[in-house]
């Protein structure tokens, strides 16, 4: 019994610190504009660009892209992320490293 209480507290506790955060997605009828950005010279011969990406915030998208970033291990690719229509509308599918 007391394992359990304790195993809650400690479940209650990490969700009210964002531990466990819900990441919602959110659908838009028109896509936002993405703005121009300049590419400027990468830091390594190993950074990858990251041309568009967006971050979900208060039920609408900020963009986050136009920067370079460096692959979390020796090898990895990265895979643009995308815009995916759906009957409730557009939602940003982020991009992600694969080997």
Do not use: C
Not at 60 to 70: C, I, L, P, R
Not at 78 to 83: N, Q
């Amino acid at each position: 019994m007391r394992k359990s209480k304790k195993f809650f507290l400690a479940l209650a506790i990490m969700m009210s610190t964002g531990i466990f955060s819900a990441s919602a997605q959110i659908y838009v009828h028109e896509r936002p504009h993405k703005p121009e950005v300049t590419r400027g010279e990468a830091p390594s011969p190993n950074h990858v660009w990251v041309d568009e990406d967006w971050h979900a915030k208060g039920g609408h998208y900020e963009f986050a892209g136009g920067h370079y970033v460096k692959p979390p291990h020796p090898g990895y690719k990265y895979r643009e992320g995308h815009w995916k229509h759906s009957s409730r509308g557009e939602v940003w599918v982020g991009g992600t490293w694969y080997k």
